[in-house]
């Protein structure tokens, strides 16, 4: 069975920085396309940012761009999206999810049939 577990996630003041992780259970990610979800209260869940397997490739939401960074860790057993200039719009519950599906956008979510449990990251003065 594979899992994802998310971590990092809190409350943080406006304009500052967050670091969330995405961990594999019982396996590691190294063969896997991951994205970042998020699901702000009474929104539906939207594609945040994406990397390949092999770190080679990433996509950001518009309103990600510039201020997220997604990426991979050297053994690959782990996949990090940096939070900076965070906003009070940024408060969400983040997923991280393995795409099983590919062709077509990768924020769709019928692309991912392996989420993570959630991580609320809360932003606000």
């Known amino acids: 069975q594979l899992q994802l577990v998310e971590s990092g996630g809190g409350w943080m003041q406006p304009g500052g920085s967050l670091r969330l992780s995405c961990a594999a259970s019982g396996f590691t990610l190294d063969y896997y396309d991951i994205a970042w979800f998020r699901r702000a209260p009474g929104k539906e869940r939207e594609g945040v940012s994406y990397?390949?397997?092999?770190?080679?490739?990433?996509s950001y939401a518009n309103s990600a761009k510039g201020r997220f960074t997604i990426s991979r860790n050297n053994a690959k057993t782990a996949v990090y999206l940096h939070m900076n200039s965070l906003k009070p719009e940024d408060t969400a519950i983040y997923y991280c999810a393995l795409r099983t599906r590919f062709g077509g956008s990768w924020s769709l979510e019928d692309k991912y049939d392996y989420w993570g449990q959630g991580t609320q990251v809360t932003v606000s003065s």
């Open positions: 990397i390949s397997s092999s770190g080679d490739r990433t």
